[in-house]
């Protein structure tokens, strides 16, 4: 058959020195942006400032936020889907949200943060001291710690705080299910110190970002530990240490 019957047959025509026929392709519709904002707050619904929030999605890194003063963050992102939330801050239970932007182009969400748990145990104040004159005198005194000062800490430019400890012997980090790795010193987990303020059954990743660490102290055995970060539960585990800069 030749060409001309196949257009007949298509109920088209060929007329003299017209174009040839082309395709065009369907307009593309504007792809809609899907904004989500919110704001942290604690159990007393007091705004969480700086608090760290990070997007996800599929298991990657949409964006790293911080919350304002007023603990309220916004996010823009022109795609749909179920995203994850994950809030944290310094003395405070990392959180979860996971959120359908199927359903609204527009989402606010309220993350309650959970003030960790801790035990409150007697401070000696030093007449004089400053806040990381234990610090360094661990450092000078101990042969037996990993000490790692501010300035060596900005050097590593590590994102997460347990990754200061990947080159620490005797200390194996793991992925965690809730938010960054875990820590075992030698098999074992230790009590994470704050400020002197002991903090059990949490991973240091959950309670403590690099960028608020003025000095880590790390002890891979319980026989290295400085008596008055000595485990009083009972476990023969080292122990983490970490001095922050906030005051």
């Known amino acids: ?10 109920g088209l025509s060929q007329a003299a020195g017209s174009t040839p ?3 065009q392709s369907p307009a593309v ?23 760290e929030l990070t997007i996800l999605r599929d298991g990657g890194t949409l964006a790293v936020l911080r919350t304002a003063d007023n603990g309220a963050f916004s996010f823009d992102h022109p795609a749909r889907g179920t995203i994850q939330v994950r809030a944290r801050r310094l003395g405070y239970q990392a959180k979860t949200a996971i959120l359908d932007l199927d359903r609204r182009p527009k989402s606010e969400v309220i993350i309650v943060l959970e003030t960790l748990p801790s035990e409150v145990t007697p401070v000696v104040v030093r007449s004089g001291s400053g806040r990381l004159n234990q610090f360094y005198e661990h450092r000078q005194e101990n042969p037996f710690g990993r000490f790692m000062d501010r300035t060596e800490i900005e050097k590593s430019g ?14 194996s980090l793991r992925a965690s299910r809730r938010y ?4 075992r010193l030698r098999g074992c987990q230790p009590v994470i110190w704050v400020d002197k303020v002991p903090i059990r059954d949490v991973e240091l990743d959950e ?7 003025a000095g880590l102290e790390i002890y891979t055995s319980s026989t290295t530990v400085p008596p008055e970060f000595m485990d009083r539960g009972g476990r023969s585990c080292g122990a983490i240490v970490v001095w922050t800069r906030i005051n």
Do not use: C, K, W
């Open 1 to 10: 058959m030749h060409f001309s019957s196949v257009l007949a047959v298509l």
């Open 21 to 23: 026929l082309q395709s």
């Open 29 to 51: 519709p504007a792809q809609d942006v899907y904004a989500l904002s919110g704001v942290v707050v604690d159990e007393n619904r007091t705004p969480v400032a700086n608090a």
């Open 158 to 171: 590590v994102r997460l705080a347990s990754d200061l400890l990947r080159t620490v012997p005797g200390a």
């Open 180 to 183: 960054g790795n875990t820590i």
């Open 207 to 213: 309670i403590a970002d690099p960028g608020e660490i």
